[in-house]
């Protein structure tokens, strides 16, 4: 009796060569993945068990690797591989120092980008000239899955070594939505006393989820409410 399964990587690989990526549903963009690192084993099925238990395929991506290898044939080497995705994509879309941080969508396009695949909350400051466009973004702490606590001293290093006299600061919330909570707001507005005095404007606070959501401070309206 002829094996069903026979050629079906096959056949995958000419159907993505031939149609691209669109074609794909979630379980099959896993499944193929999965090729690469999990050899003669019905990998349709690895992908199933990774989407039932983690939900989406963006989930199974950021999932950490110990989880992920609680999955049955799926080794240290195919978790490792998933592992590996949203790195190299977050490494990929290197034009964003061209991306102006005045223009809303790609302010949100460039943070969701640093923040891809984040397991942990950490805090980055981007410098900015003086027409919005980004000269650097750089971690300046991390802590654990729900608090990071920067230094304003860290800010205005970083500002300084770069010649920016704008600055935004921005940091994720890997498990909870975007929106600022109020020990954001209040370590927004500490950060924006510190850093006037020293000629360098805060212009915006960013804050990003584990579920794709982003918040701008300043377009949400709270930056105008700071000194109040």
């Known amino acids: ?18 149609t691209g990526i669109e074609a794909f549903t979630e379980h099959e963009v896993l499944e193929m993945l999965l090729f690469y690192a999990v050899p003669r ?3 349709n099925e690895i992908a199933h068990e990774l989407l039932n238990r983690f939900g989406s395929l963006g989930s199974v991506l ?5 989880a992920l290898t609680e999955t049955k044939h799926l080794s240290e080497n195919g978790a490792t591989l998933l592992k590996l995705i949203p790195l190299i994509l977050k490494l990929y879309p290197r034009e964003p120092k061209s991306a102006c941080m005045d223009n ?8 969701k980008n640093e923040f891809l695949g984040a397991r942990n909350e950490q805090f980055k400051v981007v410098c900015l000239t003086q027409t919005f466009n980004v000269i650097s973004c750089e971690l300046i702490c991390e802590g654990d899955v729900n608090v990071v606590k920067p230094e304003p001293l860290k800010i205005v290093e970083t500002a300084l070594k770069h010649n920016s006299r704008i600055v935004i600061i921005s940091h994720n919330h890997p ?9 954001d707001i209040t370590t927004t507005r500490m950060f924006k006393r510190v850093l006037e005095p020293l000629g360098i404007t805060l212009l915006d606070h960013v804050i990003v989820s584990g579920f794709g959501d ?7 309206g709270y930056m105008s409410i700071l000194d109040k």
């Open 1 to 18: 009796m002829k094996n069903l399964h026979e050629g079906h990587r096959e056949r995958m690989r000419k159907k993505f060569l031939k």
């Open 62 to 66: 950021n999932a950490p690797v110990e």
């Open 41 to 43: 084993v019905n990998t």
């Open 175 to 183: 498990t909870a939505l975007s929106l600022p909570s109020d020990d």
């Open 214 to 220: 982003v918040t701008s401070m300043r377009q949400s």
């Open 104 to 111: 809303y969508d790609e302010l949100k396009s460039y943070f």
